[in-house]
Structure formats: C-alpha cells, structure tokens
C-alpha cells in the first residue's frame, strides 16, 4: 500500500482525479469503478473541471458502482444510483447506458447480484476503483465479519453505519434502510487499482487500522494490505493515529518524479 498524507481533501481530489486521467488517456475504454459517501466528491468535482477544460473524456469509458440502498423507492435522491448520476456522471459525457449500479429494487436479489458480479468480470474487471471508507472500517457496504471471498451480496448494515448516513436522509434514521447490495470484498479485490480517500479525524481509527493493524474481517479495509496496487490518500485529521505519519511523509516527498499513484 501506498499512504499519501496531504493537507486538504481537495489534494486528495486532484492526485486521485490525476491517476483516472492518466488511465483514460492510455485507455479511453478503461473500466472505472466509483464509489457513493462524501469522501469521493472532491474527486468527481476535479474530473467535471477537466473534463470542462476539455481534458479528458469519458464517452468510451465504462463504470460501475460499488453499492446500493434495498427498499429505497426508484429514483429516491439517496438512492446511490441517482446520487453517482447526480454527482458524476450527467456532468461528465459518460454515456447514460455505460453506468452500472446494483439493482436495490430487484425481485430475485441472488440472480441480480450474481448478474451484477458477471457484467463486472464481461467488461474486463475494473482498472481503477475509488474506495471511502466507514467509521467501522467498512469498505462499500461490508461490514465488520464480512467474508474477504464475498462477492456481491445483499448486507444488513450495522446501526452505527445508519446512524452515520442518516445525516443524508434528515436526520431521520428510521428512513434509512436496513439492507443493502454491495460488492464484496473479494470482487473489490479484484480491481486492478484501488484509490482509497479518507478524510477528517473521524476516520482516525480506520485507517489506523487499515494501514497498521492486522488484517482482520472485523476491520473489513485492512484486505487492502493484501492488493498488489492500493493508494491511500489521506488528509493530516485522518492520518493522526499513524505511528509510521513521519515515514510515509517522507516517502511521497521523496517518491521519483516518474512514478504515478
Ligand atoms: N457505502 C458507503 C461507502 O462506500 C462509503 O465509503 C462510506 C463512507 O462515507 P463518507 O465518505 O461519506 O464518509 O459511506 C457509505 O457507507
């Protein structure tokens, strides 16, 4: 694993904004994977700049999402689905049918998540995913205990999670829901590159975790230690638990000029 710790979430924004340009530059056709949470927007926002700027294009790209909420109604504006389109990709020239997210409100929920999973590997496998993470260490939505062999599954999600997204649905945390598909952790260890952004000192104890503790499903981040190609970008608030802070500083600062994220 790679750890970058920057000053502010826009840096964090503009470096991971960098590597997604870089791969679409060498591979127009590359297959994104995007993720929903705060974390990830300053990232979304800078490729909407560029992508204005007439920097990059994502008409040939294709993606797909990490998770979606079970039960909540079609287009509901919490709905991951209608958040990444919101967010993401009606601002960008990614073609409407290129975006693909798991369907919350599918009758067979096994054969959609199998499905989901299948359309994921047709496509080529996901060159370069973005990851948040929960204050439980949960990556997409798999919990503490999830299996690091899942694939895309439905997932109940712990209180502390609802409790952390209500703030997306007024406050109300009878509105949120209890379920949910997310890829699992072994499918999101199958991207090729994974970009993790973590911000604010209320992600202190997972990274901590993720970075320096042992590899453990109740902190499900920390199979990241085990990808051949895992960046985590973090601002100071969220790298303030680190014992090793002083020498990955030292490590971005004096990384060689040629190479990328
Ligand atoms: N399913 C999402 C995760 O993909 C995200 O990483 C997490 C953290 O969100 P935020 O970035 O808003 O802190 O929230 C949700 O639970």
Redesign the pocket.
Known sequence: MEIVILEEAAELGRLAADAIVALLQHRPGAVLGL???????PVYDELVRRHEAGEVSFAQARAFT??EYVGLPPGHPEG?RTVIEREFASRVDLPANALHTPDGAAQDIPAACAAYDAAIAAAGGIDLQI?????DG????NEPGSSFASRTRIKT?MHQ?RV??ARFFDDDLDAVPVH?L?QGLGTIMEARHVVL????E??AEAVQHLVEGPVSAMWPATILQHHPHATILLDEAAAGRLTLAPYFRQSWETKPAWQGL
Not at 35 to 40: K, L, R, V, Y
Not at 197 to 200: F, I, K
């Open positions: 993720a929903t949470g705060s974390s990830p927007l990490l998770d991951y990851l948040g993470i929960g204050t949960h990556i997409a939505f999600l999670t952390d997204n949910c997310t952004l973590a911000t604010g209320g992600k």
